[in-house]
């Protein structure tokens, strides 16, 4: 026995050394479509390592506490998170599937039988088959499948990022309404004293009683504007519990102020962006993935080589001599190959081919893409920044007019509506710039999210290997 089951196991271990390379294209990645320069540069410092804060964990940038709370929740609740992170576990497991058929299968078989008194049969066998992967189709269904792996990491963490990023632009559009509530608040209190001056200018006979009630409509409309806010922080708030994985009955975030200004944001040279997105690198994944379908395809033209065999014992177990039990073995060399199938491996090819040309154009449309946001987010910031500038000033020159315009009231040099008119005005001013804070607060957020928000490709899954410890192709 022993000496059958040595030649059997050399030739199990022989034969798949007389494999071939494995059929089918080796991946070589495309250009992409890369700028030297971003056109927005001009006044951006070159990106630098941060060491103050783990890696990924880009809100941080913001120095807000409650920020920081909200967002290291993301990424263990959110159910979205989870669903992506199971189907990475679930392609992970089909790498070991695709791995398995790298190896042979051995089945054990044992049976007893008794035809006629005296007559029983013990037969216990192992048989084992291979099919050799000779044509490496097995090792391009594992690159693939391995592809498809990092496809579906980078999948999970451009996802990661996107929840996180979707929080904290919530949050931002939160603290506008808060501050919006903040500036209405102050407004009310405005219009409540040009109320009192209104009537006591009426009640010394100075002024009509239309003043009186312009200054009560005014106050009125700027009272249901302070309470119209609570429904965006209420749906922003709730929006936010929804991202932590939290019923928005679970959450209550405290009452704060936009900041007046945007964090420092290191921006890195056109080429990194490539390797800091991971929807770029799963782009990328997908078109190797597609390119080792192609091999998988191509092996269809290829005949299936199956190495089988068996080994074992079969006679009386009754019987006390070992001479009673015979030995029995088998082996054999088997090939399958399909002679016609209407064109449907020739189809299949064409299939795995298009789709690969498919990939390598969304590839470089995601790279394009991504290099535009990158761009918008640039000019959002520069401009928007310039833009406050020049309000601030607006909002400056507006409150010294209605100091002036109450005061000639006061005086009776000056009718109300002109009091009203500069109350109006200050109040859009100071209200546009709350929203280019705002808008110039979600450009950083979207800027640094469009930068990769610290991932990198070397977070994704170690390459696969084949069981002598050398990558796929």
């Known amino acids: ?266 921006v890195n040279v056109p080429s990194t962006l490539l390797e800091r997105r991971p929807d770029i690198a799963a782009a990328e994944r997908t078109m190797k993935q597609e390119n080792a379908a192609i091999g998988v395809a191509i092996g269809g033209y290829y005949p299936d080589i199956t190495l089988s065999g068996a080994f074992g014992y079969s006679g009386n177990p009754f019987v006390r001599q070992i001479a009673g039990m015979n030995p029995v073995w088998s082996y054999g060399l088997s090939a399958a190959q399909t002679l016609f199938n209407g064109g449907l491996t020739e189809a299949q090819v064409e299939a795995a081919r298009a789709a690969y040309e498919s990939s390598v154009a969304t590839y470089r449309q995601t790279v394009l893409t991504a290099f535009q946001q990158v761009e918008d987010n640039l000019v959002a910031i520069r401009v928007y920044g310039a833009e406050a500038k020049v309000q601030v000033e607006a909002v400056k020159s507006a409150q010294q007019a209605v100091q002036i315009a109450l005061n000639e009231y006061r005086a009776g040099t000056q009718n109300f509506t002109t009091v009203v008119t500069a109350e109006a005005t200050a109040l859009v001013d100071e209200e546009s710039l709350l929203a280019t804070r705002a808008e110039r607060m979600t450009a950083a957020v979207s800027l640094i999210v469009a930068l990769g928000g610290g991932w990198n490709e070397s977070k994704l899954p170690e390459p696969i290997r084949e069981p002598d410890g050398t990558p796929t192709p």
């Open 1 to 266: 026995m022993y000496r059958w089951a040595s030649r059997f196991g050399a030739l199990l271990v022989l034969l798949p050394l007389v494999g071939c390379e494995a059929v089918g294209p080796d991946y070589i990645q495309p250009a992409a479509i890369v700028p030297q320069q971003y056109k927005e540069m001009k006044g951006w410092k070159i990106g630098s390592p941060c060491d103050d804060f783990a890696k990924g964990e880009w809100w941080k940038l913001f120095g807000d506490r409650e920020l920081d709370r909200l967002e290291v929740q993301v990424s263990v609740s959110n159910q979205t998170l989870k669903a992506d992170e199971a189907n990475y576990r679930e392609a992970v497991a089909l790498i070991a599937e695709a791995r398995a058929g790298l190896f042979p299968t051995v089945n054990f078989n044992p049976s007893f039988t008794r035809s006629s008194p005296g007559t029983d049969l013990l037969v216990s066998e192992v048989t084992g088959s291979w099919t050799l992967d000779i044509w490496g189709k097995v090792r391009r269904a594992i690159e693939q499948q391995g592809a498809a792996a990092q496809v579906s990491a980078a999948i999970l963490a451009n996802a990661t990022l996107s929840a996180q990023s979707a929080l904290a632009l919530a949050y931002v559009q939160l603290r506008e309404a808060d501050s919006l509530h903040d500036l209405l608040a102050d407004t009310v209190k405005q219009y409540q004293r040009s109320l009192e001056i209104t009537q006591n200018q009426y009640n010394a006979g100075t002024s009509a009683k239309s003043d009186v009630i312009t200054a009560q409509a005014q106050l009125l409309a700027a009272q249901a504007q302070e309470i119209n806010t609570g429904v965006a922080r209420g749906q922003n708030e709730h929006a936010i519990a929804v991202l932590m994985g939290k019923p928005p009955s679970e959450l209550s975030i405290p009452h704060g102020a936009l900041a007046t200004e945007i964090p420092g944001i290191p």
